[in-house]
C-alpha cells in the first residue's frame, strides 16, 4: 500500500481546484466531461457515469465513474443530531415533518470508483436499459410471444444436465423422480448456502416442454402442489427454515423457459421479486382451481428492457 | 404553508448551536438522545432512531428520526467532478481504482424526517422484525382482520387534511373533484420531485370508507378506472413521463385503511413492490370485471412483522 499512501497524501491537498499545477495535475478526474449518464439508482443512491478524462496521456480517455453515498453510522449520526446540526423545514403535517440536514463534510463523503482507461465494454456492462411495460393479452401470447419464443436459440441443455444428473448431481437437496408430477430441488447460483438469510433455491420441473405459466392448466394441478408441499418440507428438514417465511413464485417472463419455481427467504430482497415478475405459486394454483384456462385467456404485465428482442416484436405490432 | 415558510426561514438560521437562544430553541431536535437504532438498511443508505427531544412541552418526547441520503442528480455530480473535488485515494488496482470524495455541503444534505411526539406504535412501525406469510381467505378477513381493522385507532386524519385541503394543498398535482370517483394525486414523501427516475405519487381517492382492495367491487370500477387514466395523463402532462414506464398499484395489506393507489417509475426500485405485497391496479381492475367478488373471497397472501398485532390475532386462532 505504499503507492497508495503517497497517492492519498497527495491528493488530500488538491482541494477545489486549488493547490499548485503540479499537484493539480495528479487529479484522476481532471478535465472531466460528462458523456452519458449510464445509469443510476435513486434508492441505492448510485450513479455510474461514462466521462472523458485529461489523464496522463496525450489522448482524452474514456472513464467510468461511479459515486455512491456511504451508508449511515449510528454513534456518528446520533452524536450529529445532538448537536442541533443546520436544518431546513420542507414541510409539515400534523406529527410529521421534513427537514433538509446538512452534516459536515466529515460524516458525508461519497465513494468514488474510477476505472480508466475504461473500453467499450466497460462502458456498456454498466449501461442502463430503459423498461417499458407490457399488457400480454392470450391473443398476444400465441400471435406474438409465442412465435419469439420457439424461433429463439436459447440452449436449456443446463437444465437437461441438471435432471439428468449429468451436471451439478451433488447440489441437489431433494428430488420427485416422477417423470410427470416430479421436480429436482437445488440451490441457485446467487445463494453461497451459508446465511439462511438470503435463501435462495429452484425447483426444475422433470416433465419438458412446459414453458412458462402460459402453459399451465388443470394437468399441472399436481406437479404444481408437489413443488409447493414437498419443496417446503425439504427446505424445513434440511435448514430449519419454516414454510411461512418463504417467499415461493414464479417468473414471467422466465429467464429461461422449462418451467421452475423460485423459493427466497420472505426477509430477503432478491431481484426478481417486484410485482411486475413474481408470481406467488399458492396463487397460481388458486387461479387455476378457479379457472382451468386463466393463464391461457389472461393478461398477464410484465416490463421488458429497450434492447430486448421480444419487445421489438410488440413495437412491429404496434403494441407498445 | 404559511406557517411551514416561516419556519423555514427561522431554521435556516440555526446553523449548528449558533444564532440566539430563541432561534435554537426551535430546533426540532435540541437535546436529541438516542434510544435505541430501529432499522438500517446499508443497500439504501438509510437510518431509522427513537429518541427523546426536549420540545416545547415540559416533558421529553418520544421521537422517530428517519435519516436518508438523497439521490445523485446528474447535473450537478457532473459540474462537481468538472472541478476537481477533493479526493483521498482508497485502493489501486490495474485499471480500478476507489477515493473518497468530499463534496461541498449543498450537494450533500441528508433527507430528516421527523415524527413527533412519536407513540408506541410509530417506534414499533420502524423496529426491524421477522416476517410471517399469511394466506387470508375471505373468512379470514371477516373473523380476525375486519374486526383488528375497526378495533384499531390509528388516525388517518393526514388524509383528511388533505383531501379537505387542509394541509399540503400547494402539493396537489391532479384532482378530480367528484365525490363518489375523484381522487386527489400528490408527490409521496419518499420522493423529492427532483428526478423523475424515482418518481413517486400516490392518489388518494375522494369517498372515505374504502379500506382496502378487500372493499372493492363493481362498484368502484369507474373510480378504479379513472385513478389508472387520470393519474397517468397527469403524470405525462405534469413530468412527460409514459403510462408505459409506470407500476401502478395497490398495497394489502395497505399502511393505512384509506384506499389509495401507488404510482412510481418503472426503474425505481421502490419499498412495498415485491409480490407478497403489491396488486397492479391493472390487475385489480381485470379481476373485479371477471368475478365482482373477487376480492371478497379470494385468499390473499401477505407478510405480517414479529410484532404487528394482526398476526397475533392469527395466532390466537391457530391460523400462523
Known amino acids: 500500500m505504499a503507492q497508495s499512501s503517497e497517492k492519498r497524501k497527495r491528493q488530500d491537498v488538491d482541494g477545489g481546484g486549488l493547490g499548485d499545477p503540479e499537484v493539480s495535475d495528479s487529479h484522476p478526474l481532471a478535465g472531466f466531461r460528462l458523456q452519458a449518464v449510464l445509469k443510476e439508482s435513486?434508492?441505492?443512491?448510485?450513479?455510474?457515469?461514462?466521462?472523458?478524462?485529461?489523464?496522463?496521456?496525450?489522448?482524452?480517455?474514456?472513464?467510468?465513474?461511479?459515486?455512491?453515498?456511504?451508508?449511515?453510522?449510528?454513534?456518528?449520526?446520533s452524536g450529529l443530531l445532538s448537536q442541533r446540526p443546520p436544518v431546513t423545514l420542507q414541510l409539515k403535517n400534523d406529527i410529521y415533518s421534513v427537514y433538509h440536514l446538512t452534516p459536515p463534510p466529515a460524516l458525508n463523503e461519497i465513494k468514488t470508483t474510477v476505472i480508466c482507461p475504461a473500453t467499450?465494454?466497460?462502458?456498456?456492462?454498466?449501461?442502463?436499459?430503459?423498461?417499458?411495460?407490457?399488457?400480454?393479452?392470450?391473443?398476444?401470447?400465441?400471435?406474438?410471444?409465442?412465435?419469439?419464443?420457439?424461433?429463439?436459440?436459447?440452449s436449456i441443455q443446463w437444465v437437461y444436465n441438471i435432471l439428468e444428473k449429468k451436471a451439478e448431481a451433488d447440489r441437489i437437496e431433494y428430488e420427485n423422480p416422477d417423470p410427470e408430477h416430479g421436480f429436482i430441488l437445488i440451490p441457485d447460483f446467487k445463494w453461497n448456502q451459508k446465511q439462511v438469510e438470503d435463501l435462495y433455491l429452484i425447483a426444475i420441473c422433470h416433465p419438458r416442454g412446459i414453458k412458462s405459466l402460459r402453459?399451465?392448466?388443470?394437468?399441472?394441478?399436481?406437479l404444481l402442489r408437489n413443488i409447493l408441499i414437498?419443496?417446503?418440507?425439504?427446505?424445513?428438514?434440511?435448514?430449519?427454515?419454516?414454510?411461512?417465511?418463504?417467499r415461493i413464485y414464479l417468473h414471467y417472463q422466465p429467464s429461461y423457459y422449462h418451467l421452475h419455481v423460485h423459493f427466497t427467504a420472505l426477509g430477503h430482497d432478491a431481484p426478481g421479486i417486484s410485482v411486475e415478475r413474481a408470481h406467488l405459486l399458492h396463487d397460481v394454483i388458486q387461479n387455476i382451481e378457479s379457472d382451468p384456462r386463466y393463464y391461457q385467456i389472461r393478461t398477464l404485465t410484465y416490463a421488458l428492457r429497450a434492447d430486448e428482442a421480444l419487445l421489438a416484436k410488440f413495437r412491429e405490432v404496434g403494441k407498445c
Open 42 to 77: 435513486a434508492r441505492d443512491k448510485v450513479i455510474f457515469l461514462h466521462g472523458k478524462v485529461d489523464g496522463d496521456s496525450q489522448e482524452p480517455q474514456d472513464t467510468v465513474v461511479i459515486l455512491e453515498r456511504v451508508p449511515f453510522q449510528a454513534d456518528a449520526v
Open 120 to 154: 467499450e465494454k466497460h462502458i456498456k456492462k454498466y449501461l442502463r436499459q430503459d423498461l417499458f411495460l407490457i399488457h400480454e393479452t392470450g391473443e398476444d401470447y400465441k400471435a406474438v410471444t409465442l412465435p419469439f419464443i420457439e424461433a429463439q436459440s436459447f
Open 230 to 246: 414437498e419443496g417446503q418440507d425439504a427446505i424445513l428438514k434440511r435448514y430449519g427454515f419454516h414454510g411461512n417465511k418463504l
Open 215 to 222: 402453459d399451465l392448466t388443470s394437468d399441472h394441478l399436481p
